[in-house]
């Protein structure tokens, strides 16, 4: 059963920072609030990220990154306490191990939640205007087996949906479009177009014993 949220008494304080975040859900959409989730992934150095894609295990991340050694990063926008005590009566949110993300945070408006409402582990981001501040990072360990399972889903029904996308091509076609620019030049690229080895990508580099966070 979904455990109820705790109804302790709140100071004024609480009650004043809640009347400022209103006033932010007013003005902001939930799409706005994703966009912003998928930048500040990018700056937190995640170099891919998706946003709004669904797995097998019914889980849809609002933003989700990937980091090098696989590490990912998932964020669940909320712009509401109805939608924040909804997402936590999911199947994946009450069993932690079926969640996708190494890294779960939750976006919100300033003032919205509390730090003892968010589930164990979890960090929380809040909105400042345009800026986006870490009130409380996430635990790094927090992904599973079933967990790393449920991403390569993600990522594979991903996939799938850009092959559908582009075809006649299939996505490894696609992926060598710059070999046959080549052909059609006498074997060399175009001026101002870099061979696919000059491509930064640091998935392909070798993993370092440790990554730091």
Sequence with gaps: MC????????????????????????VM????????AVNWLRRY??????????????????AIGWKRASHSVLVECKLSRPDFLADRCKPFRQKAELGLGCERF????AGLLRLEELPIGWGLLETRGHRIEMIRPSSKKMRTTPGLHYEMNLLLA???R????????????FLKWKNRMAEYNRGQLPEGISGQEEEPNFFLEPEPAFEPQ
């Excluded at 109820?4 to 920072?17: R, T």
């Excluded at 959409?29 to 912003?36: F, G, I, N, P, S």
């Excluded at 850009?162 to 076609?173: F, L």
Aim: glycine share 2%; hydrophobic share 40%; aromatic share 2%.
């Design 3 to 26: 455990e109820p949220v705790l109804k302790n008494p709140k100071p004024l304080s609480h009650f004043l920072e809640r009347s400022l975040a209103s006033k932010t859900i007013a």
């Design 29 to 36: 959409t939930h799409a706005q609030l994703v966009q912003m």
């Design 45 to 62: 150095r995640c170099g891919i990220v998706l946003a709004e894609q669904a797995c097998v295990s019914g889980e849809m991340p609002d």
């Design 106 to 109: 939750y976006l919100v408006p």
């Design 158 to 160: 991903s996939l799938r």
């Design 162 to 173: 850009v092959e559908i996308r582009i075809e006649p091509q299939t996505i490894t076609q």
